[in-house]
């Protein structure tokens, strides 16, 4: 590898078709060490998803293209690599992993009318997220939410107080995305509580409350 080129040499000695196909050879083989932990949006799909990070240790880049994916020798799918330069980091999907069990069910919700003379209207919903690892070691876990976004500043949103505290908001650089990421025990389950306030002038209508 050089400033601006790297060049690929095929190890051993390998026999070309001369009919002008397509034709694969291994260049090399590396072992790289992979972080692995879980992602769950319960409010879209009750399934965690499992992820790996590679960070590529090698002098050359690797090359985009398709990749084939493997979970513990099993194939489970296609996807597609992207340019990784010496030191980037490179994020893998392995699939939705059964032994990480997810149940989210609506658990609350009331609407209410607020003030005297100028009446107002306040919804309330109340969410609780069941996760359980029966993995026989530990993983990380993330799971993600979403407060409502509101376009007119006379519609106000909070979390409400009995929620568990959420470990960032505004998470993926995405307004109203809540996560609570914790490292789960081997059988280890947690519930998350999760509620949000919409307070919002009487005359007005919200599509979907």
């Known amino acids: 590898a ?15 078709r001369a009919d002008h196909s397509p034709q694969r050879f291994v260049i090399s083989q590396r072992l790289l060490e992979t972080k692995l932990s879980h992602y769950t949006v319960p409010k879209m799909q009750t399934q965690a998803y499992l992820t790996g990070q590679v960070v590529h240790n090698g002098a050359d880049a690797l090359l985009p293209g398709p990749m084939a994916i493997f979970r513990d020798g099993n194939y489970v799918g296609r996807s597609h690599l992207d340019l990784a330069r010496p030191g980037e980091t490179v994020k893998i999907s392995f699939g939705p992993d059964d032994k990480i069990k997810v149940i989210y069910r609506l658990v609350g919700g009331e609407r209410l009318e607020e003030g005297l003379l100028e009446k107002a209207q306040r919804l309330e919903r109340r969410f609780q997220t069941q996760v359980s690892n ?34 960032e908001t505004d998470a993926l650089g995405r307004p109203g995305v809540v996560a609570w990421s914790n490292s ?3 059988n280890e389950t947690r519930t998350i509580d999760f509620g949000y306030a919409v307070s919002f002038p009487g005359d007005m209508s919200l599509p979907g409350f």
Do not use: W
């Open 184 to 186: 789960y025990l081997p």
């Open 2 to 16: 050089g400033i601006y080129n790297a060049h690929y040499k095929i190890p051993g000695k390998v026999n070309l």
């Open 134 to 167: 029966h993995h026989d070691r530990p993983f990380d876990i993330l799971v993600l939410d979403q407060l409502p976004v509101g376009q007119d500043e006379r519609i106000k949103v909070e979390l409400l107080p009995d929620s568990t505290p959420p470990s």
